[in-house]
Nanobody
Framework: QVQLVESGGGLVQAGASLRLSCAAS????????MGWFRQAPAKERELVASIISGGSPNYADSVKGRFTISRDNAKNTVYLQMNSLKPEDTAVYYC??????????????????WGQGTQVTVSS
């Protein structure tokens, strides 16, 4: 069983930055694909970014050039650095883990483990 705990959300103005962190339990963190998803009110959950076990990232088109995903396997932690935030980035952000080490798709059902979510609100 893997437990994921997100932190770092908050309320910021447009153009600001935030860094989300997700701490994972377990001994096999380095073998997981890790992802950040978000869900805005009345919208479906969508993949924001993911990073495979080898460290290669994958981004949604809407965040390319603004968001950076990274992982520190020694700390069992994955990060999402969010720059140039826009009001449309407002959502609950979820950390997720997939036992597939090299998953580069966007299907949420591939991710077996989920955090509780952290709210990000960007005001205009």
């Amino acid at each position: 069983q893997v437990q994921l705990v997100e932190s770092g959300g908050g309320l910021v103005q447009a153009g600001a930055s935030l860094r989300l962190s997700c701490a994972a339990s377990g001994r096999t963190f380095s073998s997981y694909t890790m992802g950040w998803f978000r869900q805005a009110p009345a919208k479906e959950r969508e993949l924001v970014a993911s990073i495979i076990s080898g460290g290669s990232p994958n981004y949604a088109d809407s965040v390319k050039g603004r968001f950076t995903i990274s992982r520190d396997n020694a700390k069992n932690t994955v990060y999402l650095q969010m720059n140039s935030l826009k009001p449309e980035d407002t959502a609950v952000y979820y950390c997720a883990a997939s036992t597939m080490p090299n998953y580069t798709g966007s299907r949420s059902y591939v991710y077996a483990y989920w955090g509780q979510g952290t709210q990000v609100t960007v005001s205009s």
